[in-house]
């Protein structure tokens, strides 16, 4: 079998008194779609935080791609990166969030082109080229010249993954993709997220929607109080759940 390309060993998590994550391991090979499911509060964007070191963890480590994240080892210790080594990780790392996070002053293409161009000092000639391909790729490269505001939410929605993936990152996360869209504009955005599943993109993907944990995940993965209740085949967590707490969820939301 393949190395991991993600590797998350005994997270720890607490804000105050309040524990979010509470030993959390997980791991996700290299072009393996993860969908990660859990009642509000189970601690699920914190983990995705964490996994790009925009939280940090209080006990536990992160490897993407074999490398520790947010650390490095001395002799038994790890010591903290700088920014600028923490912010080069998180290049390899995209992330989509729920209200897309858009440069509202900026149009299409050059949100696309921004993190290449101002993270990787990549010229324009190359990266707007680039920064089409990727809109075509996601159904928009009629958009290009548009602002934001003037598309849909599932159109932004697909301009966020777009511009996630200029950087070629090794990973995606998303944080409830289509929570932020009316209800037909989910599919347009899923169908995109399912093209990247099928072209080999390890991604670990927070949603409640059953049908594309159902139809793409590799593996689901039930959370609840910061802890991984259970995980498996879709067919076995989503039809035949082991623990109780994952059938009552299931109950509520399906
Ligand atoms: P989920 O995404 O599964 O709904 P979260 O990871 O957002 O869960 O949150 C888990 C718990 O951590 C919640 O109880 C939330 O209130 C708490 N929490 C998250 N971020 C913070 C923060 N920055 N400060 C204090 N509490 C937080
Ligand atoms: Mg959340």
Same mark, same amino acid.
């Given at each position: 079998?393949?190395?991991?390309?993600?590797?998350?060993?005994?997270?720890?998590?607490?804000?105050? +008194?309040?524990?979010?994550?509470?030993?959390?391991?997980?791991?996700?090979?290299?072009?393996?779609?993860?969908?990660?499911? @859990?009642? *509000?509060?189970? @601690?699920? +964007?914190?983990?995705?935080?964490?996994?790009?070191?925009?939280?940090?963890?209080?006990?536990?480590?992160?490897?993407?791609?074999?490398?520790?994240?947010?650390?490095?080892?001395?002799?038994?210790?790890?010591?903290?990166? $700088?920014?600028?080594?923490?912010?080069?990780?998180?290049?390899?790392?995209?992330?989509?969030?729920?209200?897309?996070?858009?440069?509202?002053?900026?149009?299409?293409?050059?949100?696309?082109?921004?993190?290449?161009?101002?993270?990787?000092? $990549?010229?324009?000639?190359?990266?707007?080229?680039?920064?089409? !391909?990727?809109?075509? !790729?996601?159904?928009?490269?009629?958009?290009?010249?548009?602002?934001?505001?003037?598309? *849909?939410?599932?159109?932004?929605? !697909?301009?966020?993954?777009?511009?996630?993936?200029?950087?070629?990152?090794?990973?995606?996360?998303?944080?409830?993709?289509? *929570?932020?869209?009316?209800?037909?504009?989910?599919?347009?955005?899923?169908?995109?997220?399912? +093209?990247?599943?099928?072209? @080999?993109?390890?991604?670990?993907?927070?949603?409640?929607?059953?049908?594309?944990?159902?139809?793409?995940?590799?593996?689901?993965?039930?959370?609840?109080? @910061?802890?991984?209740?259970?995980?498996?085949?879709?067919?076995?967590?989503?039809?035949?759940?082991?623990?109780? !707490?994952?059938?009552?969820?299931?109950?509520?939301?399906?």
């Amino acid at each position: 079998m393949s190395d991991p390309m993600v590797e998350i060993v005994d997270v720890h998590k607490s804000y105050g +008194s309040g524990t979010v994550l509470d030993g959390v391991d997980l791991i996700v090979h290299p072009g393996e779609v993860t969908v990660l499911i @859990g009642p *509000s509060g189970a @601690g699920k +964007s914190t983990l995705l935080r964490v996994i790009n070191h925009l939280e940090k963890a209080d006990r536990g480590v992160v490897l993407v791609g074999g490398e520790l994240i947010g650390y490095r080892r001395v002799g038994k210790h790890l010591r903290e990166l $700088r920014e600028r080594e923490v912010l080069r990780q998180r290049t390899g790392i995209g992330f989509v969030f729920q209200d897309f996070n858009l440069f509202a002053n900026l149009t299409v293409l050059e949100n696309v082109a921004e993190a290449p161009r101002s993270a990787q000092g $990549r010229p324009a000639s190359e990266v707007y080229p680039l920064a089409r !391909r990727l809109l075509e !790729r996601v159904g928009l490269a009629d958009k290009a010249d548009a602002h934001p505001r003037r598309l *849909s939410g599932g159109q932004q929605q !697909r301009v966020a993954i777009a511009r996630a993936l200029a950087l070629e990152p090794k990973l995606l996360l998303f944080d409830e993709p289509t *929570s932020a869209l009316d209800p037909e504009l989910v599919g347009e955005v899923l169908d995109v997220m399912k +093209s990247l599943a099928a072209a @080999g993109t390890t991604m670990i993907v927070v949603t409640h929607e059953m049908g594309f944990a159902r139809e793409v995940a590799d593996k689901v993965v039930f959370m609840a109080d @910061g802890r991984i209740v259970e995980q498996g085949l879709p067919s076995q967590v989503l039809r035949n759940p082991a623990h109780e !707490r994952t059938r009552a969820f299931l109950a509520k939301i399906l």
